[in-house]
C-alpha cells in the first residue's frame, strides 16, 4: 500500500529531545576524543538543545524522549 503525504507533510521534522540519547552522543564523542557540542534549535527566539530530528514523532527510539518544536525543515533554524 502506498502511503501518499501532501506537500506540506514532506518539509516536517520533529525535533527530539531523549536525556539518554544526549548521554550516549556524550560517551560517543569522548571515545572519540571530540568535544562534545549540542545541538540546538531555534523556538521563540530562545536556542533549545535537541537529540534527533524525526519525521514521524511516533518513531522514537527513546522512552525518556518529547518534542521540543516540530515544523516546516526550511523555516527553521538549527544547527547539526
Known sequence: MEIRR???EIY???????RTQMEEQKQ???RLGRL??????????????YTDI???KNN???TDAYVVT???IRGIKFTQ
Open 6 to 8: 501532501n506537500a506540506s
Open 12 to 18: 516536517t521534522r520533529y525535533f527530539i529531545f531523549s
Open 28 to 30: 560517543t564523542a569522548t
Open 36 to 49: 562534545f557540542k549540542p545541538k540546538q534549535v531555534i523556538v521563540n527566539g530562545v536556542a533549545k538543545i
Open 54 to 56: 524525526v519525521l514521524d
Open 60 to 62: 522514537v527510539r527513546y
Open 70 to 72: 516540530y515544523g516546516d
